[in-house]
């Protein structure tokens, strides 16, 4: 069979044909809503989840004699995002027209920037298992979102919601720089957390605010000149993207191997189906008569704010991750996962200042990530706050508490939301760290054990562990474990 | 009484100022003469009762320092009108009535004016001749079975039949100077940007400029001052401050420079068209002026600039007329294809179906480079011929059409021939600075002929006060037998 995958999750994700092996060439067109209360040329508010056409100005539904006005605030928010980006902020750009028909576009046509974007050239760094990759962003530009055909209300006819119509959106372009499906993921997932970090897009799949178009494309290894693309339209979670390549990637493989060619086009994937299928041809590809809106000066910049916006950028992931090396000496795995998202990034800092930051960051990767996954919760509606964790944390840096324990006081924690002290006094969780009254214990337990005793004396010395465990037990496990261990020693020698 | 329906704008205003007259009474002498001049076919819709209600409103609580208290005006059917229906001349729009009011049509409410009705105009103003609406041609008042022009043809012809004491027209490409030409009245084409596109039913945007159409120079200052004002609901209406046009009105041109362009006389002109023109220069020099000679090298490229650059405008503007959320929908049709075929089948005229298809193919791919791009480049070196002149002259003087008002029909298979009707004209929308026309004079069959000063960017004023000196020296005068009256 083609298409037998090697390393799909590596930096390499090469498919095994029965003739070659070929590299895949992917590249995203990510389309990020932007944040704002009011729509890219018109007042009307953005708020997600409003009945149907509650939100539609006569601009968003193109009465006669309506005119577009830009929002600046969309501007302003692709400038953060273009300058999170390390990109080049055009102090020039134009607004285009993309002409076509649907039922869903009321101007009968979308404004687009088409030959001169608002943003150029940058690039975004991902950190992948195997060390950094640099993926290039050949350009953004901002457009006006279409409306929403709904199909499946009536059997004879189509509903039309424009809440959606005008809504602005940020078209983000990658070069064809993706090699894997992990650095699909990952090229997502840091868009979205620069994005969330500069709250220019809060990069919410479910309601759509991010979407991406696939274009991919197979060479063989080796081969320099890329392979003629498809098009994969609108996609709009991590794991249905990565369906699609996989899917997509192969069967372009077979062609070719087959002896075919690939028709560049666009496609559809259907995720019931885990398949793409020609949406259109390049002989149908629609001509969009792009011109110049001549509703629309060009959109000029002042230099100087841009020179604003970037002095006020907040600290973004990858600033964040050299600090939390450099300031709390973290791993860079560790202050990878921290900051990945501000919102963790945010507990992390609250709980370090209060408390060990080494400590810190095991126990929120460790223990609060598995409470969170299993209870399917953002971090800030984490049930144990980031002041509960600092101090818990504090006991066991003390030694007040052992490891074990502070994992069961964890779990109340997990459950009630109370603070550590409380439970470790209500239940007595102390650790026991009184040298007499340990060695009491331990006397006891010696006293009743003679026969081991015995056999550690005679050099079976692995029987430690044994005694160990009967103090635990004894203890109900809130022993010192270091002070048990200096006094078992020292009453075994004696 | 003298017919107050024949009184200047301005001489209204000051009768209803100084309560000689009421507003009520001007209205009803307005829609007594509308209503026995269908023959025109210059309405396609009159608000006549509501009209009256608002005079009498005026006249109860008169509020009398505005610039036009308790004035009855008819509006081209390109301004939308809140609750009033609004056609551009087109079935598509035959039972559209928005919900909003045109930033020039409030401006002009804000002055004291009140709606008399809608007047009639060529289909989303793509005509020279008004022949292209949906609602029938318009009769030039000077001559039964004469065109009054277009795309304003309904205005100038209910201007110069006393149906309304001013109107507002729309030019693209002359559809305000043209008619006002053909009809022996007053238009002005503003400087684009001066006059808020918002409300206005858009045929080009870049062209598009609303503009008053009046009976003398002094209504037309008048008149800009109502209209003109910032926008913040039109990115390219322009920022500044208002300007009183009419208390600085003056017929003082004295050592004023006007540029005669010699690539303006055509080949085959008229005879009578060159008279004019001379007479036009011989009035200005008498009145002071230094006439010289200039020249707009790349004149002759102007008109097929504009038939690129504009049906590519509006094949994308009307591409939002397509039946799904108002105006025409077709019955026919089994999917969304085949109901936006038939809808804009039916719904569009052919004028407007020639454009869409015009602009559509100049924009499409591998013609955008040969035609829009090329139209794109040739109007800024149009625009730069004006600049350059603009250092040696005040204005330029040109006739305003090549020829008098023709006979309804004689040009309508002939879409070449029509189009060249807007040659002098096009040049200043191309270039986006403001012209008027004046009446200066009458071709042998004793049709008005006007003549067109063309201004630099928003210098207005200048151009009122050059037209004002020819209008005063000038022996046209309109003198109409009602021959349409029934």
Avoid at chain 1, 457 to 485: D, R, T
Avoid at chain 2, 223 to 236: H, P
Avoid at chain 2, 243 to 255: A, Q, T, V
């Amino acid at each position: 069979m083609v298409g037998k995958l090697m390393n799909k999750n590596d930096s390499k994700y090469i498919i095994k044909g029965n003739k070659n092996k070929w590299e895949v060439v992917i590249g995203l067109e990510v389309h990020a809503q932007v944040i704002s209360n009011s729509k890219l040329f018109s007042g009307s508010s953005t708020k997600f989840g409003a009945n149907p056409n509650t939100q539609v100005s006569l601009v968003d539904s193109a009465f006669p004699g309506m005119l577009p006005v830009i929002n600046n605030y969309c501007v302003e928010q692709a400038i953060k995002t273009g300058l999170g980006l390390n990109a080049k902020i055009n102090l020039h750009s134009v607004f285009d027209r993309k002409n076509y028909f649907y039922a869903d576009l009321p101007q009968g046509y979308q404004i687009s920037q088409y030959k001169n974007p608002i943003v150029g050239e940058g690039k975004v760094v991902l950190d992948l298992p195997n060390g950094s990759k640099t993926v290039g962003i050949e350009r953004l530009h901002l457009e006006q979102d279409a409306g929403k055909s709904i199909h499946d209300i009536d059997p004879n006819n189509t509903y039309v919601d424009l809440n959606r119509s005008g809504i602005a959106l940020m078209e983000i372009v990658s070069k064809p720089d993706l090699r894997s499906l992990d650095e699909v993921n990952a090229y997502v997932k840091k868009l979205r957390s620069i994005m969330r970090y500069l709250g220019t897009c809060d990069g919410n799949m479910q309601e759509g605010s991010l979407r991406a178009d696939v274009n991919v494309s197979v060479r063989k290894l080796g081969e320099k000149n890329l392979g003629t693309r498809c098009e994969i339209k609108n996609v709009n979670s991590i794991k249905f993207m990565q369906m699609a390549i996989d899917y997509e990637a192969k069967r372009q493989v077979k062609l070719l191997e087959d002896g075919k060619s690939i028709d560049q086009e666009t496609r559809l994937f259907d995720t019931k189906k885990n398949e793409t299928r020609s949406m259109r041809s390049k002989e149908d590809a629609h001509d969009y008569r792009y011109f110049p809106d001549p509703d629309l000066l060009p959109l000029k910049i002042d230099k100087d704010l841009i020179d604003d916006i970037r002095k006020k950028l907040p600290e973004l992931p990858d600033q964040k991750k050299d600090r939390f090396i450099k300031e709390y000496a973290l791993t860079p795995y560790e202050a990878n996962v921290l900051v990945s998202e501000k919102e963790i990034s945010d507990f992390y800092e609250d709980v370090a200042k209060s408390s060990d930051k080494k400590l810190a960051a095991t126990w929120i990767m460790g223990d609060l990530f598995a409470l969170l996954n299993n209870k399917d919760l953002s971090i800030t509606k984490s049930p144990v706050s980031a002041k509960n964790l600092g101090e818990l944390i504090k006991y066991i840096k003390s030694g007040e508490i052992s490891g074990r324990i502070a994992k069961e006081v964890f779990e109340h924690m997990a459950q009630s939301g109370e603070n550590p002290k409380k439970i470790i006094e209500s239940k007595g969780l102390k650790q026991q760290s009184d040298p007499k009254e340990l060695e009491r214990i331990i006397k006891g337990i010696l006293e009743k054990n003679k026969t081991n005793v015995e056999k550690y004396k005679s050099g079976k010395e692995k029987i430690f562990g044994f005694f160990v465990g009967e103090v635990m037990k004894m203890s109900k496990g809130k022993a010192n474990p270091q002070l048990v261990n200096e006094i078992l020693k020292k009453l075994l020698k004696g | 009484m003298t017919d107050i329906t024949k009184k200047s704008l301005t001489q209204i205003v000051k009768a209803i100022k100084n309560k000689e007259v009421s507003s009520t009474e001007v209205t009803s002498a307005f829609i007594k003469n509308i209503e026995k001049s269908k023959k025109l076919n210059a309405f396609i819709t009159t608000c006549l009762d509501q009209a009256l209600k608002k005079a009498k409103e005026f006249d109860k609580k008169q509020k009398l320092n505005l610039l036009l208290p308790g004035i009855p005006i008819a509006v081209k059917d390109l301004f939308c009108t809140k609750g009033v229906k609004t056609t551009a001349g087109s079935k598509m729009l035959e039972n559209f009535i928005p919900t909003y009011e045109s930033t020039i049509t409030e401006n002009l409410w804000s002055e004291g004016a009140f709606l008399l009705g809608k007047l009639n105009c060529d289909e989303y103003a793509m005509g020279s001749s008004n022949e292209t609406s949906f609602y029938g041609n318009v009769v030039n008042p000077i001559e039964d079975k004469y065109v009054p022009g277009g795309s304003s043809g309904g205005s100038a012809s209910a201007l110069a039949a006393d149906l309304t004491p001013t109107t507002i027209g729309t030019d693209t490409g002359g559809s305000i100077r043209q008619p006002a030409s053909f009809t022996g009245t007053v238009g002005l084409k503003p400087t684009y940007g001066l006059c808020s596109r918002w409300g206005i039913v858009a045929f080009a945007s870049s062209l598009d400029q609303a503009g008053p159409m009046t009976k003398t120079v002094e209504d037309c200052a008048l008149m800009l001052e109502s209209m003109a004002a910032f926008d913040k609901k039109d990115s390219t209406s322009i920022k500044k401050n208002k300007e009183n046009y009419s208390k600085n009105l003056k017929d003082g041109i004295k050592g004023l420079k006007i540029g005669i362009p010699k690539e303006y006389r055509v080949e085959n002109m008229p005879k009578e068209i060159d008279n004019l023109w001379e007479n036009g220069k011989k009035i200005l020099k008498d009145a002071g002026a230094k006439i010289i000679d200039i020249s707009l090298s790349h004149t002759k490229y102007a008109l097929p600039t504009y038939y690129i650059v504009a049906p590519a405008e509006a094949s994308s503007n009307l591409a939002r007329y397509d039946g799904v959320k108002y105006g025409y929908r077709s019955t026919k049709g089994s999917n969304l294809i085949e109901m936006y075929e038939n809808t804009r089948s039916e719904g569009f005229g052919d004028e407007v179906k020639r454009r869409i298809l015009i602009g559509t193919y100049v924009l499409s791919s591998g013609y955008y480079d040969a035609y829009y791009l090329k139209a794109q480049k040739v109007r800024k070196l149009i625009k730069e011929d004006f600049d350059r002149s603009f250092k040696d002259v005040d204005a330029i003087l040109t006739p305003s059409t090549p020829s008098a008002a023709f006979k309804i029909g004689e040009k309508k298979d002939d879409p070449i021939s029509m189009y060249l009707n807007d040659i002098f004209t096009v040049p200043a929308n191309l270039a986006g600075i403001p012209a008027i026309s004046v009446p200066s004079g009458r071709d042998k069959k004793g049709f008005p002929l006007g003549l067109q000063l063309i201004g630099k960017t928003l210098d207005e004023q200048k151009l009122l006060n050059i037209a004002l000196a020819i209008e005063k020296r000038s022996v046209f005068k309109q003198s109409l037998k009602k021959w349409w009256e029934n």
